[in-house]
C-alpha cells in the first residue's frame, strides 16, 4: 500500500518512527512532511498529503501536529478525504470501522510515541465495516 505522511515542526520525532514503521511493514511511504523541528505553517505539508489520498496517489494518510486539529481540519477541506483525529486505540478502531476514516490524524503533543506507532497499526488493520456505515459515509462529501 502507498501511504502519505504529512506533518508539522510538532509531528517531527514521530514521523521518523512512523515512515520506519511503515516502510518495515513493507508499505511504501510518500513523505510531504518536515524533516525540522523549526516551526513551520502545518497547511504546506497537510494539502499536499491529503491531495495524494484525494486524487489516488495514495491510499491512505497519516498525518501530525501538537493537537491535530489543524492538520484534521486542513485535509478535511479534500473532497474524499475522510481524516480523524484520534487520541486512543478504540477511536482508531471505530473511525476506520464506521466512518472509513482514510486519514489517521495523531495529535503529537498528546500522545506517546508508543501510542502513535499503535495507531497507525490498528488503523492499517481494521477494515471498513459497510452495511448500514456505507450510506452515511456516502453522505459526509459536499457536493
Not at 486512543?88 to 503533543?109: F, S
Amino acid at each position: 500500500m502507498t501511504i502519505a505522511v504529512g506533518n508539522d515542526h510538532a509531528g517531527t520525532e514521530y514521523k521518523f518512527e512512523i515512515v520506519n514503521l511503515l516502510e518495515e511493514l513493507g508499505h511504501k511511504v510518500i513523505n510531504f512532511g518536515t524533516n525540522e523541528t523549526d516551526s513551520m505553517d502545518y497547511p504546506d505539508t497537510i494539502h499536499p498529503t491529503a491531495e495524494a489520498v484525494e486524487t489516488g496517489q495514495a491510499e491512505m494518510g497519516i498525518i501530525l501536529c501538537g493537537s491535530g486539529n489543524g492538520a484534521q481540519m486542513t485535509a478535511n477541506k479534500h473532497q474524499g478525504v475522510r481524516a480523524a483525529l484520534c487520541w486512543n486505540n478504540e477511536l482508531v478502531e471505530l473511525t476506520r470501522q464506521h466512518n472509513d476514516a482514510n486519514i489517521l490524524t495523531i495529535p503529537a503533543r498528546f500522545v506517546s510515541l508508543q501510542q502513535a506507532l499503535g495507531f497507525v497499526n490498528i488503523f492499517l488493520s481494521t477494515e471498513f465495516e459497510g452495511g448500514r456505515h456505507a450510506n452515511r459515509v456516502e453522505k459526509i462529501a459536499c457536493s
